[in-house]
Protein backbone atom coordinates (compact mmCIF):
# COMPACT_ATOMS: atom_id res chain seq x y z
CA UNK A 1 0.00 0.00 0.00
CA UNK A 2 1.00 3.16 -0.85
CA UNK A 3 0.17 7.01 0.49
CA UNK A 4 0.20 7.90 -3.25
CA UNK A 5 -3.12 5.18 -3.66
CA UNK A 6 -4.50 6.40 -0.79
CA UNK A 7 -4.47 10.12 -2.42
CA UNK A 8 -6.08 8.37 -5.49
CA UNK A 9 -8.97 6.61 -3.84
CA UNK A 10 -9.44 9.83 -2.23
CA UNK A 11 -9.91 11.63 -5.68
CA UNK A 12 -11.73 9.27 -6.97
CA UNK A 13 -14.94 9.98 -4.42
CA UNK A 14 -14.00 13.36 -4.07
CA UNK A 15 -14.47 13.66 -8.39
CA UNK A 16 -16.60 10.89 -8.81
CA UNK A 17 -14.75 9.67 -11.94
CA UNK A 18 -11.08 7.70 -12.74
CA UNK A 19 -10.43 9.97 -15.73
CA UNK A 20 -10.91 13.50 -13.67
CA UNK A 21 -9.34 11.60 -10.73
CA UNK A 22 -6.57 11.88 -12.64
CA UNK A 23 -6.32 14.80 -13.65
CA UNK A 24 -6.30 16.16 -10.52
CA UNK A 25 -3.09 13.89 -9.04
CA UNK A 26 -1.28 14.04 -12.08
CA UNK A 27 -1.37 10.40 -13.39
CA UNK A 28 -3.41 8.48 -16.15
CA UNK A 29 -6.64 6.77 -15.82
CA UNK A 30 -5.19 3.46 -16.10
CA UNK A 31 -2.41 4.64 -13.74
CA UNK A 32 -5.66 5.02 -11.38
CA UNK A 33 -6.66 2.02 -12.28
CA UNK A 34 -3.56 0.00 -11.56
CA UNK A 35 -3.82 1.71 -8.11
CA UNK A 36 -6.92 0.48 -7.09
CA UNK A 37 -6.51 -2.93 -7.99
CA UNK A 38 -3.60 -3.16 -6.01
CA UNK A 39 -5.45 -1.76 -3.19
CA UNK A 40 -8.45 -4.17 -3.70
CA UNK A 41 -5.45 -6.82 -3.74
CA UNK A 42 -3.84 -6.01 -0.71
CA UNK A 43 -7.23 -5.80 1.14
CA UNK A 44 -8.72 -8.70 -0.24
CA UNK A 45 -12.11 -6.71 -1.05
CA UNK A 46 -14.05 -5.37 -4.11
CA UNK A 47 -13.81 -0.82 -3.66
CA UNK A 48 -16.28 -0.28 -6.20
CA UNK A 49 -19.49 -1.37 -7.70
CA UNK A 50 -17.92 -1.68 -11.11
CA UNK A 51 -21.86 -2.37 -12.77
CA UNK A 52 -22.41 0.72 -13.22
CA UNK A 53 -21.33 3.92 -15.39
CA UNK A 54 -19.38 5.79 -12.65
CA UNK A 55 -17.54 4.11 -10.33
CA UNK A 56 -19.78 4.09 -6.89
CA UNK A 57 -17.78 2.85 -3.31
CA UNK A 58 -18.91 -0.43 -2.05
CA UNK A 59 -19.64 -0.98 1.57
CA UNK A 60 -15.79 -1.93 2.03
CA UNK A 61 -14.63 0.76 -0.31
CA UNK A 62 -16.60 3.45 1.96
CA UNK A 63 -14.63 1.34 5.35
CA UNK A 64 -10.99 1.93 3.38
CA UNK A 65 -11.68 5.28 1.96
CA UNK A 66 -12.46 6.26 5.98
CA UNK A 67 -9.25 5.15 7.18
CA UNK A 68 -7.42 6.17 4.07
CA UNK A 69 -8.32 9.88 4.77
CA UNK A 70 -7.39 9.54 8.73
CA UNK A 71 -3.91 8.09 7.54
CA UNK A 72 -3.31 10.58 5.03
CA UNK A 73 -4.84 13.34 7.37
CA UNK A 74 -1.95 11.64 10.00
CA UNK A 75 0.52 11.90 7.58
CA UNK A 76 0.30 15.16 6.54
CA UNK A 77 0.39 16.64 10.21
CA UNK A 78 3.74 15.04 10.63
CA UNK A 79 5.99 18.43 10.20
CA UNK A 80 3.96 20.33 12.17
CA UNK A 81 4.40 17.80 15.02
CA UNK A 82 8.51 18.16 14.20
CA UNK A 83 8.45 21.38 15.16
CA UNK A 84 9.52 23.06 18.75
CA UNK A 85 8.03 26.65 20.35
CA UNK A 86 10.71 28.40 18.89
CA UNK A 87 11.63 27.07 15.17
CA UNK A 88 9.33 25.41 12.50
CA UNK A 89 10.46 22.72 10.70
CA UNK A 90 9.20 20.51 7.89
CA UNK A 91 8.27 20.99 4.84
CA UNK A 92 5.72 23.25 2.57
CA UNK A 93 4.50 22.95 -0.58
CA UNK A 94 3.12 25.82 -1.99
CA UNK A 95 1.74 27.37 -5.30
CA UNK A 96 1.54 31.06 -6.31
CA UNK A 97 0.30 33.61 -8.79
CA UNK A 98 3.28 35.28 -10.91
CA UNK A 99 2.37 38.66 -9.36
CA UNK A 100 2.95 37.29 -6.10
CA UNK A 101 6.14 35.75 -7.18
CA UNK A 102 7.57 38.87 -8.64
CA UNK A 103 5.99 40.58 -5.80
CA UNK A 104 6.33 39.64 -1.89
CA UNK A 105 7.10 36.29 -1.93
CA UNK A 106 11.19 36.72 -2.65
CA UNK A 107 11.27 38.92 0.43
CA UNK A 108 8.94 36.37 2.29
CA UNK A 109 10.36 33.11 1.73
CA UNK A 110 14.09 34.91 2.41
CA UNK A 111 12.85 35.95 5.85
CA UNK A 112 11.38 32.61 6.40
CA UNK A 113 14.41 31.08 5.96
CA UNK A 114 15.75 33.10 8.66
CA UNK A 115 13.60 32.62 10.94
CA UNK A 116 13.17 29.22 10.34
CA UNK A 117 15.95 27.25 9.01
CA UNK A 118 14.58 24.17 9.54
CA UNK A 119 11.61 25.01 7.15
CA UNK A 120 12.01 23.74 3.59
CA UNK A 121 9.44 25.88 1.18
CA UNK A 122 9.01 24.03 -2.03
CA UNK A 123 7.17 26.61 -4.78
CA UNK A 124 5.18 26.52 -7.89
CA UNK A 125 3.84 29.04 -10.44
CA UNK A 126 0.46 28.87 -11.68
CA UNK A 127 -2.99 29.85 -12.49
CA UNK A 128 -5.30 31.08 -9.66
CA UNK A 129 -7.54 28.34 -11.09
CA UNK A 130 -5.24 25.14 -11.46
CA UNK A 131 -3.24 26.27 -8.47
CA UNK A 132 -7.04 25.80 -6.39
CA UNK A 133 -7.43 22.61 -7.58
CA UNK A 134 -4.21 20.97 -6.68
CA UNK A 135 -4.33 22.74 -3.20
CA UNK A 136 -8.19 20.56 -3.26
CA UNK A 137 -6.73 17.24 -4.29
CA UNK A 138 -3.65 17.72 -1.49
CA UNK A 139 -0.71 17.97 -4.29
CA UNK A 140 -0.12 21.30 -2.52
CA UNK A 141 -0.36 22.56 1.17
CA UNK A 142 -1.54 25.91 0.18
CA UNK A 143 -1.31 28.13 -2.59
CA UNK A 144 -1.20 32.36 -2.73
CA UNK A 145 -4.41 32.49 -5.71
CA UNK A 146 -6.56 35.71 -6.26
CA UNK A 147 -9.68 35.22 -4.15
CA UNK A 148 -11.76 32.50 -5.24
CA UNK A 149 -14.02 33.49 -7.74
CA UNK A 150 -17.40 30.66 -8.58
CA UNK A 151 -17.32 28.15 -9.17
CA UNK A 152 -14.11 26.72 -7.21
CA UNK A 153 -13.41 23.64 -5.40
CA UNK A 154 -15.37 22.88 -2.47
CA UNK A 155 -13.59 22.80 1.24
CA UNK A 156 -11.42 25.43 0.53
CA UNK A 157 -10.65 28.13 3.27
CA UNK A 158 -8.14 31.46 2.91
CA UNK A 159 -6.98 34.25 4.68
CA UNK A 160 -6.24 37.68 2.99
CA UNK A 161 -2.91 38.86 2.27
CA UNK A 162 -2.96 41.92 0.46
CA UNK A 163 -5.72 43.53 -2.46
CA UNK A 164 -4.29 45.22 -5.88
CA UNK A 165 -6.26 47.66 -7.58
CA UNK A 166 -7.63 47.12 -11.08
CA UNK A 167 -5.85 49.81 -14.01
CA UNK A 168 -6.73 50.58 -17.80
CA UNK A 169 -3.05 50.77 -18.91
CA UNK A 170 -2.02 52.24 -22.04
CA UNK A 171 1.14 53.68 -23.78
CA UNK A 172 2.85 56.47 -22.00
CA UNK A 173 1.91 60.09 -23.22
CA UNK A 174 -1.85 59.66 -23.92
CA UNK A 175 -2.12 62.81 -21.70
CA UNK A 176 -6.36 63.34 -20.47
CA UNK A 177 -8.08 60.56 -22.35
CA UNK A 178 -10.08 58.41 -20.37
CA UNK A 179 -11.03 54.97 -20.37
CA UNK A 180 -13.98 54.45 -22.35
CA UNK A 181 -12.00 56.33 -24.99
CA UNK A 182 -9.08 54.46 -24.84
CA UNK A 183 -11.15 50.65 -24.68
CA UNK A 184 -13.11 52.34 -27.73
CA UNK A 185 -10.08 53.46 -29.73
CA UNK A 186 -7.60 51.13 -29.22
CA UNK A 187 -7.00 48.07 -29.49
CA UNK A 188 -7.39 45.41 -26.15
CA UNK A 189 -5.20 43.24 -24.78
CA UNK A 190 -7.60 40.71 -22.90
CA UNK A 191 -6.17 38.89 -19.74
CA UNK A 192 -7.40 35.49 -20.31
CA UNK A 193 -10.74 35.12 -18.55
CA UNK A 194 -9.67 31.36 -17.19
CA UNK A 195 -7.62 33.43 -14.67
CA UNK A 196 -10.42 34.83 -11.53
CA UNK A 197 -9.24 38.08 -12.19
CA UNK A 198 -9.67 37.62 -15.69
CA UNK A 199 -13.41 36.61 -14.88
CA UNK A 200 -13.47 39.89 -12.88
CA UNK A 201 -12.58 42.07 -15.87
CA UNK A 202 -14.99 40.66 -18.00
CA UNK A 203 -18.29 41.09 -16.09
CA UNK A 204 -16.85 44.55 -15.29
CA UNK A 205 -16.81 45.58 -19.10
CA UNK A 206 -20.28 44.17 -19.61
CA UNK A 207 -21.61 46.03 -16.52
CA UNK A 208 -20.28 49.01 -17.41
CA UNK A 209 -21.50 48.59 -21.40
CA UNK A 210 -18.02 49.34 -22.19
CA UNK A 211 -17.32 47.71 -26.24
CA UNK A 212 -13.38 46.27 -26.79
CA UNK A 213 -11.70 45.58 -29.72
CA UNK A 214 -9.91 42.24 -28.95
CA UNK A 215 -6.34 41.79 -30.02
CA UNK A 216 -4.96 39.27 -27.85
CA UNK A 217 -5.64 37.14 -24.88
CA UNK A 218 -2.53 36.23 -22.89
CA UNK A 219 -2.25 34.62 -19.59
CA UNK A 220 0.70 36.67 -18.28
CA UNK A 221 0.41 40.28 -17.00
CA UNK A 222 4.54 40.25 -17.27
CA UNK A 223 4.03 40.00 -20.82
CA UNK A 224 0.79 41.81 -21.42
CA UNK A 225 2.77 44.99 -19.94
CA UNK A 226 5.51 44.49 -22.32
CA UNK A 227 2.69 44.63 -24.87
CA UNK A 228 1.18 47.73 -23.91
CA UNK A 229 4.79 49.61 -22.78
CA UNK A 230 5.34 48.68 -26.70
CA UNK A 231 1.91 50.12 -27.79
CA UNK A 232 0.20 47.47 -29.22
CA UNK A 233 -2.50 47.88 -27.44
CA UNK A 234 -4.13 48.87 -24.20
CA UNK A 235 -5.41 46.34 -20.76
CA UNK A 236 -6.79 46.19 -17.86
CA UNK A 237 -4.86 44.47 -15.10
CA UNK A 238 -4.49 44.18 -11.11
CA UNK A 239 -1.32 46.17 -10.17
CA UNK A 240 0.38 46.25 -6.79
CA UNK A 241 1.07 49.61 -5.66
CA UNK A 242 4.87 48.95 -6.60
CA UNK A 243 4.28 47.93 -10.37
CA UNK A 244 2.75 51.05 -10.48
CA UNK A 245 5.48 52.89 -9.67
CA UNK A 246 7.73 51.48 -11.65
CA UNK A 247 5.30 51.62 -14.58
CA UNK A 248 6.20 53.89 -17.42
CA UNK A 249 2.61 53.87 -18.60
CA UNK A 250 -0.76 55.76 -18.62
CA UNK A 251 -2.60 54.34 -15.75
CA UNK A 252 -6.24 55.47 -15.17
CA UNK A 253 -8.35 53.76 -12.39
CA UNK A 254 -10.70 50.98 -13.60
CA UNK A 255 -14.06 50.47 -12.64
CA UNK A 256 -16.55 52.08 -11.12
CA UNK A 257 -16.04 52.35 -7.76
CA UNK A 258 -12.43 51.67 -8.60
CA UNK A 259 -12.35 47.51 -8.73
CA UNK A 260 -10.02 45.75 -6.00
CA UNK A 261 -8.78 41.97 -6.03
CA UNK A 262 -7.91 40.51 -2.64
CA UNK A 263 -4.65 37.98 -3.08
CA UNK A 264 -5.22 35.17 -0.28
CA UNK A 265 -3.62 31.91 0.81
CA UNK A 266 -5.59 29.38 -0.06
CA UNK A 267 -5.54 25.75 2.16
CA UNK A 268 -8.12 23.16 2.46
CA UNK A 269 -10.40 22.93 5.24
CA UNK A 270 -8.75 20.80 7.58
CA UNK A 271 -5.52 22.35 7.38
CA UNK A 272 -2.77 20.01 7.62
CA UNK A 273 0.02 22.66 7.73
CA UNK A 274 -1.51 25.69 9.16
CA UNK A 275 1.21 26.52 12.20
CA UNK A 276 3.75 26.62 8.59
CA UNK A 277 0.37 28.20 6.52
CA UNK A 278 0.14 31.37 9.23
CA UNK A 279 3.85 31.81 9.69
CA UNK A 280 4.32 32.07 5.28
CA UNK A 281 0.79 34.57 5.35
CA UNK A 282 2.65 36.65 8.06
CA UNK A 283 6.02 36.79 6.22
CA UNK A 284 3.81 37.94 2.67
CA UNK A 285 2.04 40.95 4.46
CA UNK A 286 5.60 41.82 6.03
CA UNK A 287 7.06 41.88 2.61
CA UNK A 288 4.04 43.52 0.91
CA UNK A 289 4.31 46.08 3.57
CA UNK A 290 7.98 46.83 2.84
CA UNK A 291 7.46 47.21 -0.69
CA UNK A 292 4.22 49.23 -0.76
CA UNK A 293 5.52 51.86 1.77
CA UNK A 294 8.16 53.26 -1.25
CA UNK A 295 6.30 52.78 -3.95
CA UNK A 296 3.41 54.76 -2.52
CA UNK A 297 6.33 57.57 -1.86
CA UNK A 298 7.34 57.39 -5.28
CA UNK A 299 4.02 57.35 -6.71
CA UNK A 300 2.77 60.58 -5.25
CA UNK A 301 6.28 62.46 -5.65
CA UNK A 302 5.82 61.68 -9.85
CA UNK A 303 2.22 62.50 -9.68
CA UNK A 304 3.42 65.99 -8.05
CA UNK A 305 6.11 66.53 -10.28
CA UNK A 306 4.06 65.66 -13.54
CA UNK A 307 1.00 67.30 -12.38
CA UNK A 308 -1.06 64.60 -13.21
CA UNK A 309 -5.20 64.18 -13.09
CA UNK A 310 -6.53 60.42 -13.01
CA UNK A 311 -10.11 60.68 -13.94
CA UNK A 312 -12.69 59.31 -10.96
CA UNK A 313 -15.82 58.65 -13.58
CA UNK A 314 -15.68 55.87 -16.04
CA UNK A 315 -15.87 58.02 -18.85
Not at 136 to 144: F, I, K, R, S, T
Not at 156 to 166: G, I, K, P, Q, S
Request: glycine share 8%.
Amino acid sequence: MSLRALRSLKAIAHHGSFARAGEAVGLTQSAISLQVRGLEEEFGVQLFDRSRRLPVLTEAGRIVLARAEEVLALYDRIPEALSDERSLSGRLKVGAIQTALSGPMPGALADLRRAHPRLRVHVGAGMSVELAARVANGELDAAVTTEPVRPHPPDLVWTELYADRFWLIAPPGLGRADVATLLADMPFIRFDARAWAGRMIARELRRLGLKVREEMVLDSQEVILRMVERGLGVAVLPLPDAVLAEANLTCLPFGDPQMRRRVVLLERQDRPSRRLCLALAEAIRASMAAQSAPAASRTQNGRRAQGTRRPSKMG
